[in-house]
């Protein structure tokens, strides 16, 4: 169930449902389904090619894809709050991935420090649409770093932690680990280079929001009468900017808690004591890892800057820089990779097909069986009734009629009238006289 | 010498009957309330049985007296777990359905009378344990139900009657032909004789002695009896395909009809298979299992299919009731079917009819309660209940929604309410008994979810149907009648040992006669 509720098909509608609730319940709620299968881990891990069960690499490419894939629509979307819902689809792929090549420390452990920086950038959006009078569109803002200093530090900080920026982020830390079991995987190296590619998009597309919300001119400006009424945007009150500073601090200080020199989170999950021993970062090719996740983050971070922040974005309905290069290509991204039309032309279609198909065999064919039974018994009823008027009540009212017209004609004999009968008399004595007559001359 | 409960029970609404009748013939209030004072004597009367009955125990509370000795007729009466459980439904729903029906003011006496005539069927059908003597009973609540659909429905209510009537009545002759083929072969009427004949395995051949037909084999007689006593009990469960009779008699008859037809009546035909077919023809069930579980897997997915293509609440709900039963039908099939009796297969047939048991219960509660919130809302909305006739009502009527909101799920079968635990007894039970049939089914439980989740977008959410602007939320009154059936739903669902305690002995019998 839960493979499926992360699969990448499945994203899009998962993402406009964190997409359209509130700001922090989301991280939470969408790390349910990690938990759930780190909770069967057990179960997914045991049986046939220990360490790599079926099951298991399931896991690990469902996780690696789902990474790829919501990153790479994340990167043409515009609305604020569906960059970071897709960014958290993709993120729960990594942790799924992480899970299925490295066990439940290693998908725990993102899974811990995303719902922190994650809650950080989604509440940090909460505030910046607040600035913007429910503005959530980043084409039209721009420029609000020198109107919301603390969003735009405290956002920064999550977005390097989210981008997995080296060394002083928790972010950097939890998916180093993950790319590192990658790396040792047996079965394959693709997920490796899944979660390269996923990393390297995760820095560009967050780049670019950064660099559209908070850099560049105020594109708001020029278009929302809001700034007719002198409402300039202003930062969120200390409601909202403590914790907004209790989270960056989070999602800094985790780091400690997961390196490779001091593995506590590992050590508190395994139940095993928890040693410092630097030695371990020159261990089966940590380092390596860790450089080349660096330096696609750096990648990442320059690719969006060179693209977005470099020549700052001047108005609103400008087309985006990758737009310009690929319109094609960016709108299917822009769409969602069409996920949603999927949906509706095989599954929603398939439902209402098969709901008429059921109330047509309802209204049609078991109704109109008992229909024609009824009509039978009707048509039945009838020819019965006909057989009773037409034959034998024809026949006997006939038979009766008969009877009727003779008995009429001897009731009319006996009038009991005098006269009447002396006429027979009179006219049966002439026949006879006359019949004797005729025998006799013969 | 003990007190006749059972015949007390079963004679008290008849007399209730009467008595409304005699009384309420000026005022149609006094005769509603009457009744209502009536049925909830009914209930604390069960209530009373069930604190009385030794859940460890099987048939109770028996009385047996010689009827009609000559074919085997008597005057015997008994519950177990199964007829205890049916005794507290009847009784929770008719109290129910009495006070969701106080826009009746025509006939209001002869409408509360048949009501409680009703009500004496059920219990009469609940508790007799001769055929002779059960099918009265059986035949006797149809009536009631005739006159009520046809006095106070819709405006198709005649046509609705009628089919209603003649449908379930042909049900009942092949019933009554397969008995008389029983009778004339073994000479017994007795449920509970039978049973003992058929374990023993001298019914068939009983049967097949008598009534050897045109060189029928003993299997084709065996099939035969059976298809006449299986087609009394799918009309009136029903089992798709014999079904059509129910969505235009549930939308025609007036709510309060709808609510003892859905809660009460539909359980008369699951209680039939249960105490009559399952024991009895047990042989003829497992050589029939796979068209059987073919039939409750149809019920199961196409009644939810079809309630999904249905744009009136009373019909949506009516369809989402054949789903809900088909999930008993569901259980009895795969735990009936399955040969052998080792105890693994035993605990498994055991959790699926546990499933069945509460199924029948929280079904009857749940579709009452819906029932009763559709007629609340039509007293607001001059009749209109069309899905798409409101809007937005949440924001107006915010009690009603959140009510009926738990209602709907419960129906859904959201853990924590009663709808799960069923549901989720029954597919625990059948998995391992009909892998095929368990997967096949569980797709009703995602339309259902759909169909019900349709009713709570439509109705409850999105901007608000300006024609409903002003209207009321549940009086006091209201609040106060529903909240037992609402609390009712948080217990079972929280903890339905208060009913599997009950009817434990009886399952697991049950579960151990399956398939020797």
């Known amino acids: 169930m839960e493979m499926i509720s992360a699969s990448p098909t499945a994203a899009s509608p998962a993402a406009t449902a964190i997409e359209n609730s509130t700001k922090i319940t989301p991280v939470k709620a969408s790390g349910c389904g990690v938990f759930l299968v780190a909770r069967v881990f057990p179960l997914m891990s045991t049986g046939s090619g220990a360490g790599a069960t079926t099951a298991l690499q399931v896991v690990t490419w469902v996780g690696g894809i789902t990474a790829v894939f919501a990153a790479s629509i994340a990167v043409a979307q515009s609305d604020i709050k569906r960059i970071l819902a897709y960014s958290t689809v993709s993120q729960l792929g990594y942790m799924m991935m992480g899970l299925g090549v490295g066990g439940v420390s290693v998908g725990m452990f993102h899974l811990i420090t995303h719902a922190f920086f994650k809650a950080l950038l989604f509440l940090g959006a909460g505030s910046v649409i607040h600035a913007c009078h429910e503005e959530q569109d980043i084409r039209r803002m721009g420029g609000l770093g020198k109107y919301l200093p603390i969003t735009f530090a405290t956002y920064a900080i999550g977005m390097l932690a989210l981008c997995g920026f080296p060394l002083f982020f928790s972010g950097f830390w939890s998916k180093d680990e993950i790319l590192h079991s990658a790396h040792l995987w047996q079965v394959s190296q693709v997920p490796f280079y899944l979660g390269i590619v996923g990393a390297l998009l995760t820095a560009f597309y967050m780049t670019r929001q950064v660099c559209y919300v908070f850099l560049g001119p105020e594109r708001l400006g020029k278009k929302h009468d809001a700034y007719a009424h002198g409402a300039a945007p202003h930062e969120s009150p200390a409601t909202m900017a403590v914790p907004l500073m209790l989270l960056a601090a989070c999602a800094v200080l985790l780091s400690l808690i997961g390196t490779p020199a001091w593995p506590w989170f590992h050590a508190f999950l395994t139940g095993e004591p928890a040693t410092v021993d630097f030695a371990r970062f020159t261990e089966g090719g940590i380092v390596p890892v860790m450089v080349t996740s660096s330096l696609i983050v750096f990648l990442g971070l320059g690719l969006g800057w060179w693209l977005y922040g470099r020549k700052p974005v001047e108005d609103a309905t400008a087309p985006d820089a990758l737009e310009r290069m690929q319109p094609a290509v960016f709108r299917v991204f822009q769409n969602r990779l069409y996920v949603d039309e999927l949906y509706a032309a095989t599954v929603i279609r398939f439902q209402a097909w098969a709901a008429r198909v059921c109330d047509f065999l309802d209204r049609w064919v078991w109704n109109g069986a008992v229909q024609v039974v009824s009509y039978m018994v009707l048509g039945l009823s009838w020819l019965s009734r006909l057989t009773d008027t037409g034959v034998v009540n024809f026949g006997f009212d006939k038979g009766c009629g008969g009877v009727t017209l003779g008995s009429r004609v001897v009731a009319r004999l006996q009038s009991g009238q005098a006269q009447s009968y002396l006429r027979i008399l009179g006219i049966a004595f002439t026949i006879l006289v006359l019949l004797l007559i005729w025998s006799s001359r013969g | ?516």
């Open chain 2, 1 to 516: 010498m003990t007190m006749p409960l059972l015949s007390i029970l079963t004679a008290l609404p008849i007399f209730g009957a009467l008595i409304v009748f005699a009384a309420g013939r000026r005022d149609a209030q006094l005769a509603r309330r009457l009744a209502l004072v009536l049925s909830l004597v009914s209930l604390a009367l069960v209530l009373y049985l069930w604190h009385a009955f030794d859940p460890a125990g099987l048939l109770q509370f028996q009385e047996r007296h010689a009827w009609i000795p000559s074919f085997g007729a008597e005057y015997r009466l008994g519950i177990d777990g199964l007829g205890l459980l049916m005794l507290l439904l009847s009784a929770i729903v008719v109290p129910m359905s009495i006070a969701a029906s106080a826009q009746i003011t025509e006939r209001a006496h002869l409408y509360f009378a048949l009501v409680l005539l009703l009500q004496a069927g059920l219990f009469g059908t609940f508790t007799a344990l001769n055929f002779f003597h059960w099918f009265i009973f059986w035949e006797l609540s149809l009536i009631p139900a005739f006159f009520l659909i046809k006095l106070w429905g819709g405006p198709k209510r005649s046509a609705a009657a009628t089919q209603f009537f003649v449908y379930t009545m042909v049900g009942s002759v092949a019933l009554l032909l397969a008995f008389l083929a029983i009778s004339l072969s073994t000479g017994k009427l007795d449920f509970l004789e039978l049973a003992d004949l058929a374990r023993a395995g001298q019914l068939l051949p009983a049967m097949a002695g008598k009534l050897a037909l045109h060189a029928m084999t003993a299997r084709q007689i065996g099939l035969l009896i059976f298809a006449g006593a299986f087609l009394g009990f799918a009309v009136k469960v029903p089992l798709i395909p014999f079904h059509t009779w129910l969505p235009t008699a549930y939308e025609e008859a007036p709510t309060g009809t709808t609510m003892l037809l859905t809660g009460a009546m539909s359980k008369m035909g699951v209680y039939g298979f249960l105490r009559i077919l399952m024991p009895i023809f047990a042989e003829e069930m497992r050589w029939m299992r796979t068209p059987l579980l073919w039939l409750a897997i149809a019920t199961v997915v196409m009644g939810a299919s079809a309630a999904f293509a249905q744009r009136d609440l009373k019909r949506i709900l009516a369809y989402s009731s054949i789903n809900h039963l088909g999930y008993c039908m569901l259980g009895i099939f795969a735990a009936a079917g399955f040969a052998g009796n080792d105890p693994a297969a035993v605990m498994e047939k055991a959790a699926a009819l546990d499933g069945v048991f509460l199924q029948m219960l929280n079904h009857g509660l749940t579709a009452a309660t819906l029932f009763w919130f559709v007629a609340m809302l039509e007293k607001r909305s001059d009749g209109l209940r069309g899905l798409n006739d409101f809007g937005g009502l949440r924001q107006i009527v915010p009690v009603m929604c959140g009510l009926m909101g738990i209602a709907l799920f419960s129906s859904l079968g959201l853990p924590g309410l009663n709808g799960f635990v069923g549901e989720f007894l029954i597919f625990k039970g059948v998995f391992p008994l009909a892998p095929w049939a368990a997967a096949i089914a569980v797709l009703g439980l995602l339309v259902t979810a759909i169909v019900i989740l349709t009713i709570l977008q439509r109705v409850f959410s999105g901007p608000l149907n300006p024609k409903w602007s002003a209207m009321a939320d549940l009086t006091v009154g209201e609040r106060i009648a529903v909240a037992p059936a609402i609390a009712l739903m948080f217990v079972l669902g929280i903890y339905p040992q208060l009913i599997l305690g009950a009817i434990n002995g009886t399952v697991v019998q049950m579960a151990k006669y399956l398939g020797q």
